[in-house]
């Protein structure tokens, strides 16, 4: 049988684990990442890139994006929540500071990303 296994990366803080989908570094794509947060009221995120966009979806719960352009200044805030029949992405252009809050226990947010996370181009 044709197959691979691989260890994935997992980050675990007191905010809840961030995991390393699939490290597409060596092609154009990019990685993907699940976050889970650990109760209602938790933030993630609050911070921005220069070099990459970011497409964002929640697999469960609910959870409040707050968005600020880092030249402008202007800001929108919205839910995005898990659904039976809809799912919802939301794509973050560079320079977009982004938060996401959680507003139920059990929230999931799966993210990609269009290159692979680097310190040096996370900006708070």
């Known amino acids: 049988m044709n197959i691979r296994i691989h260890r994935i990366e997992k980050k675990v803080d007191a905010r809840g684990e961030l995991v ?36 964002f979806g929640v697999v469960t719960g609910r959870i409040r994006v707050d968005l600020e352009d880092v030249f402008t200044g ?35 947010l799966l993210n990609y990303a269009s290159g692979k996370w680097d310190k040096e181009d996370d900006y708070k």
């Open 20 to 55: 390393v989908f699939k490290d597409y570094s060596a092609d154009p794509f990019g990685q993907i990442y699940f976050v889970s947060f650990n109760g209602s009221g938790i933030s993630r995120g609050n911070h921005y890139h220069k070099k990459w966009k970011e497409w």
């Open 74 to 108: 202007a800001k929108d805030s919205f839910v995005l929540c898990s659904s039976t029949t809809d799912y919802w992405v939301i794509e973050i252009c560079p320079y977009i500071k982004h938060t996401f809050t959680s507003l139920s226990d059990d929230a999931i």
